[in-house]
């Protein structure tokens, strides 16, 4: 089974801050990733899809880079509502998914 | 707007079998554009997808959980359902119901419900 690993587990950062989270898969999954935020007591929302695709509606400050094995989530300026939990999961053409152990992100 | 929303008991005990519905509205569950999925996060950790389904045709589960699960749709009150058999503690745990979108090609959970906790224990 492919492993999906999230660096760092847990992120200070401050208002303004440019911050990376980085996923990193045990093989190659092409550019099958998507990124997740949850907030405390919510579901997960969908960020990015495919690696670097901005889901509609997501702030253009969230972009996505990556393929083959390693992948990044950047926040280019946080802004208060950003302190989350961000997960990467694995996807597929067809449904086998498999979800990083997250990145809580504090302020 | 599609929504989705979880329901079922809060309680079961070990070695039952859990059981939750998920209704979908705003939107048809037999659209052949999307799979339906049940995702579970255990309390203060992680998220661990349980199983995906495709109209009535095929369903897929997390090999770690395939023994015990069974995911189906009712196309008649447009809701997909989970059956986990035999469960422990280690199945405590708030689940969710999403929808699972293709996008060009890249399949992501795009629409969740709000989650419901199901606790395990006498």
């Known amino acids: 089974d492919i492993q999906m690993t999230q660096s760092p587990s847990s992120l200070s950062a401050s208002i303004g801050d440019k911050v990376t989270i980085t996923c990193r898969a045990s093989q190659s999954i092409s550019r099958y990733l998507n990124w997740y935020q949850q907030k405390p007591g919510k579901a997960p929302k969908l960020l990015i899809y495919?690696?670097?695709s901005l889901q509609s509606g997501v702030p253009s400050r969230f972009s996505g880079s990556g393929s083959g094995t390693d992948f990044t989530l950047t926040i280019s300026s946080l802004q208060p509502e950003d302190f989350a939990t961000y997960y990467c999961?694995?996807?597929?053409?067809?449904?086998?998914?498999?979800f990083g152990q997250g990145t809580k992100l504090e302020i | 707007q599609l929504q989705l929303q979880e329901s079922g008991p809060g309680l079961v005990k070990p070695s039952e079998t859990l059981s939750l519905t998920c209704t979908v509205s705003?939107?048809?569950?037999?659209?052949?554009?999307?799979?339906w999925g049940w995702i579970r996060q255990p309390p203060g950790k992680g998220l661990e997808w349980i199983g995906d389904?495709?109209?009535?045709?095929?369903?897929y589960y997390n090999p770690s959980l395939e023994s015990r699960v069974t995911i189906s749709v009712d196309t008649s009150k447009n809701q997909f359902s989970l059956n986990l058999n035999s469960v422990t503690a280690a199945d405590t745990a708030v689940y969710y119901c999403?929808?699972?979108?293709?996008?060009?090609?890249?399949?992501?959970?795009?629409?969740w419900g709000r989650g419901t906790m199901v606790t395990v224990s006498s």
């Open positions: 495919g690696a670097s």
């Open positions: 705003g939107g048809s569950i037999s659209s052949i554009s999307y799979h």
């Open positions: 999403a929808r699972d979108s293709t996008m060009a090609g890249l399949r992501a959970f795009d629409i």
């Open positions: 389904i495709y109209y009535t045709v095929s369903a």
């Open positions: 999961q694995r996807s597929y053409s067809t449904p086998m998914y498999s």
